[in-house]
């Protein structure tokens, strides 16, 4: 059977039925954009042969096409060696065979299938075949009535649905799938900026099996919406209102006592979420395992203590930019969740080589750190992670200005950086030289090594390197030395621009 992730093409195609789909090449110019030149029109013309859901012109393959395309498709079969008894073969085919390969298709090679015969045509748009739906490709020609025609269509099959980057989609066509779909799943409705609180009230009343849902970017939400998803959706378990500003402390308390399943909460750039929010979160969902809090600005140790000691199954964390945190809540950690593997604490100034020791000696899982702009961590830091952290993959020091290359050397000679590490940045770390470089020719795994304006990094140290990792991917500039002086004829010219290795 085939593996779900190959969804591009569809099987048991043989080049006389690959001949009668229309607008192949077209189709693959145009969404993969390699003209550049498919205006908004066209794509719409093109939009409106390939997809049958969309209802601008609904796909029959024996009425759409008229007399001369039947003899031309004729004659294009003859030409390739097509047979009547090929067509019969591909008719025979077990209904329920047919159906289970196009339940791996995407939306695209379905609308093709769609356009072989009638009998792939019935069941290529039947429902059971559209339980999972992305249409962030066609973002900018979907509109209204797409999402009504497919909520008509698809009903109680259709589970996962993707509408991000979809900005004509409003409330009247949220509201249409959520009346006829009540069995969906997974909804992405990031970036869609016309939503509003009304699409999520009629999700919460009618999609109470809803488990995920995506509300990224959409400026309009407010705590009514997750007032209304812990209303209608108890078994909620993701989250994302990331860069929602209307959101507070009063939403996400009401979401946190309605959805004690979840495990997922993203609250990227929401400055009015407090320590109130987090803390109503860590005591009515102890299962989280899944948070980020970039950018919201005003959340202390006492929230990330509590979090810490009530949520003993958290693995990813992102308090970057919270920059009121210090070795509390790092020790918190350190001393209640073993399992953290994910740690983002990019702008913390306040955190030091104690915090980092404590979570270096309990937290052996921890895979990717971003400690970036951490500017109190020394060599020491390195030191422990190197020693606690056998599985660290992705380390980011950038701006770390007191790193130098003896904590590099400590880190290449723990048990994580010779097989395990794969990128490491060191961006602006002014006191790291070519000693560093000399290091990390230890890290066979290496892929890559971000030195941006790291000033006591040679060029010559970076060639030696790559000769011993010729795989791992350098980014460094040099800045150009200073043009000799013209004594005579016009001056040449020189790029005053960082030259990029």
Partial sequence: MLARENRCSPPLFRPHVRACIPHTPALLTAWQGKTGKTESNNRKSILSQSFPLVGLNAINCNNSQGPKSSVKFKQMQTFLGATELDDE????????????????????????????????????LDGSSWQKINLFDFQRDIEGPVIENISLRCRGFLKSLSLRGCQSVGDQSVRTLANHCHNIEHLDLSECKKITDISTQSISRYCSKLTAINLDSCSNITDNSLKYLSDGCPNLMEINVSWCHLISENGVEALARGCVKLRKFSSKGCKQINDNAIMCLAKYCPDLMVLNLHSCETITDSSIRQLAANCSKLQKLCVSKCADLTDLSLMALSQHNHLLNTLEVSGCRNFTDIGFQALGRNCKYLERMDLEECSQIT???????ATGCPSLEKLTLSHCELITDDGIRHLTTGSCAPEILSVLELDNCPLITDRTLEHLVSCHNLQRIEL?????????????????LPNIKVHAYFA???????????????????EIL
Avoid: M
């Fill in 452 to 468: 941006f304006d790291c000033q006591l990094i040679s060029r010559a140290a970076i060639i030696k390197l790559k000769t011993h």
């Fill in 379 to 385: 060599d020491l830091t390195l030191a422990h992670l």
């Fill in 480 to 498: 150009p030395g200073t043009p000799p002086a013209v004594t005579s004829g016009h001056r040449p010219r020189y790029c005053r621009c960082c």
């Fill in 89 to 124: 073969l591909i008719k025979q085919l077990p209904k329920e065979v047919l159906l289970r390969v196009f339940s791996y298709l995407d939306v695209v090679s379905l609308c093709r299938c769609a356009q072989v015969c009638k009998y792939w045509n019935v069941l290529a």
